[in-house]
């Protein structure tokens, strides 16, 4: 598959989120980079993702993608690097390290994991267990394409306040009733939701327990 280069620039942000999150997540994140896969239930999809920070220029950011408008799952939506485990994975650092590479060319040398969040089930039969990591930065990524359409970073301080995110009714899947999702608010045109904002939710509520202690 033909790869194409591109130099990230990261946003900036006029409000740096003024804590230690390198200290902070390793102190309250559990030391399982390392753990195994449960055995898989039956119809369930086994994945991972990575969940990328950076600092630039004192202000955290989290990495996004946008999948191509082409795939099989979850085409055109917002997402982490990451996808389905492959026989030969372990666990989860294992595929969200390999999709990482082949998705956006981000590799053991150029990202540091530093724990790993319970798991999100997603309506379309997937779990998902999300590896947070922290990423070398500046970087400069290799997208897959037409697998990433492109990257982009969000500032760890929009996402953490609480007007930029809401619950809305999310389209049912097989015959089953509609549910509802976490929407953010659009971020530069980005919408990030499903179960991508509910991984981000979930990171977010560990930083801001850390602001408040």
Known sequence: MPRASTAARALQYSHPFMIDIESALSDRLPANVDISYPPQAPGIKTSAVMVPLLKDHAAWKILFTERGDK?????????????????????????????????????????????????????TGFRIWPVVCLLNWPLEFALSR????????????????????????????????????????????HVI????????IRLMEILREVRTA
């Open 71 to 123: 795939l099989a799952d979850h085409r055109g939506q917002v997402s982490f690097p990451g996808g389905r485990a492959e026989p030969g994975d372990p666990g989860p650092w294992q595929t969200a390290l390999r999709e990482a590479g082949e998705e956006i060319g981000v590799h053991s040398g150029d990202v540091r994991p530093l724990g790993i969040l319970d798991p999100a089930d997603t309506r």
């Open 146 to 189: 037409p697998e990433v359409r492109e990257v982009f970073f969000v500032p760890v301080e929009w996402l953490m306040q609480p007007g930029n995110v809401e619950w809305r009714p999310a389209g049912s899947t097989s015959g089953r009733e509609p549910s509802a999702a976490p929407f953010f608010n659009p971020f530069q045109g």
């Open 193 to 200: 939701w499903g179960a991508t904002a509910a991984i981000t």
